[in-house]
């Protein structure tokens, strides 16, 4: 019997076997349609390649002869910050027309190789008060000062108002009494006198100021003051408020000397003088005072609105509270004793009847500022008041 012959399938020479298919699946991962190909590193022939064919090509560079860089530029091509050549003058000199102005630049030292003249500071120039004061066409004003002097001339070119030529030439004689000016002024510790009308300068004021200010008068004159006007409330409130401002006052007063004292009160007079043309220049009634209540300065306004004379109220020491109504008096200690030793800079706003001097009312709206002296002392009070119609 025959045997069977058993023929195996040929496998197409392209097909590869089964474990060799496995293993190559394994290796190489399935390629993804929509996953772009990583871009492939340039080699170092390709590098070499480039190179070669950069040194082929021709480089690229200035046609013509190389600027040649100057050892010092010119001034012009310095200032610009642009190349200079050696010949002057240079050659953009020559072209921009500034050949004329084509000098040798300056080149800045260090500083040990500076000369001893180099380094000293160059001496201001003096140029004579009287050439300056006649440059705005006025004589010099008699204000003590030069610099205020050569203020005022300028203000005065500037507004057409030139100073008169007869006016004071010297400083340190006294100009004639200003028709608005007054101020009060103590001549001598615990006098009476005050100086009604004063000078346009502060050289009166320094040679007539030789003592301290008493203030313990004026606290006395309020002491006898009270009981003849006030009730018991009232004075127990106003003394109430001296009590918180008195002492801080006198521990400020116990380590000034005398001539500190007298110092002060130069201070003092001499900024009521500027304070008077300030009030000249305002159409608002003011009033100004010291910390005792003694009134100093008195604008025009203040008198139209209250029928009070100037002269009544500088020249016979009147005190500013016996010219308010009593509620207005204590309301005013009160307010000045919280704020004796505040900021300078803010007014207390409140309200005030005044009383004409035949005793009729005038309500008003009131605010007063307080000013420190040198020591931070609260020495100077100014009022101002408008009229409730």
């Given amino acids: 019997m025959p045997t069977a012959l058993t023929q195996q399938p040929t496998l197409p020479p392209y097909h590869l076997a089964p474990s060799s298919a496995s293993t190559s699946e394994q290796n190489t991962p399935a390629a993804d349609p929509k996953k772009k190909s990583a871009p492939k590193r340039r080699r170092p022939q390709d590098a070499t390649s480039d190179s070669a064919d950069s040194s082929s090509q021709p480089s690229r560079t200035r046609e013509g002869p190389k600027k040649k860089k100057a050892n010092r530029a010119c001034f012009h091509c310095q200032k610009a910050h642009l190349t200079c050549d050696d010949s002057r003058p240079c050659q953009r000199c020559v072209k921009r027309g500034m050949a004329d102005n084509c000098t040798e630049g300056h080149r800045k030292k260090a500083k040990y190789l500076l000369d001893e003249e180099e380094l000293a500071p160059p001496e201001p120039q003096y140029v004579p008060s009287d050439t300056m ?216 706003y409140s309200h005030c009847v005044l009383l004409k001097p035949s005793g009729a009312p005038v309500p008003c709206t009131f605010c007063f500022s307080i000013r420190r002296d040198i020591m931070d002392l609260p020495s100077l009070v100014i009022g101002q008041w408008l009229p409730l119609l």
């Fill in 133 to 348: 004061y006649s440059a705005y066409g006025g004589t010099p004003y008699a204000l003590g000062s030069e610099g205020a002097n050569l203020e005022y001339s300028i203000l005065s070119a500037i507004l057409g108002n030139s100073p008169d030529s007869t006016g004071a030439q010297n400083a340190g004689s006294p100009a004639a009494p200003s028709a608005t000016a007054a101020w009060a002024g103590e001549t001598a510790a615990g006098a009476g006198s005050a100086i009604a009308v004063g000078p346009q300068n502060g050289a009166v004021v320094y040679q007539a100021v030789t003592k301290p200010y008493d203030y313990t008068e004026g606290y006395h004159f309020l002491m006898k003051h009270l009981p003849t006007r006030f009730d018991k409330n009232d004075i127990l409130r106003i003394v109430r408020a001296l009590a918180i401002f008195r002492p801080s006052l006198i521990a400020l007063q116990m380590p000034l000397s005398e001539e500190d004292e007298v110092f002060v009160e130069k201070c003092f007079q001499r900024s009521l003088i500027e304070l008077d043309k300030l009030v000249s220049f305002s159409g608002t009634p003011t009033v100004a005072w010291r910390r005792t209540g003694e009134i100093c300065l008195v604008g025009p306004e203040f008198c139209m609105l209250t029928g009070w004379e100037k002269e009544e109220l500088i020249g016979r020491r009147k005190y500013i509270y016996e010219l308010f109504e009593n509620q207005s008096v204590v309301e005013y200690w009160e307010n000045f004793a919280n704020h004796a030793f505040e900021n300078t800079t803010q007014s207390v």
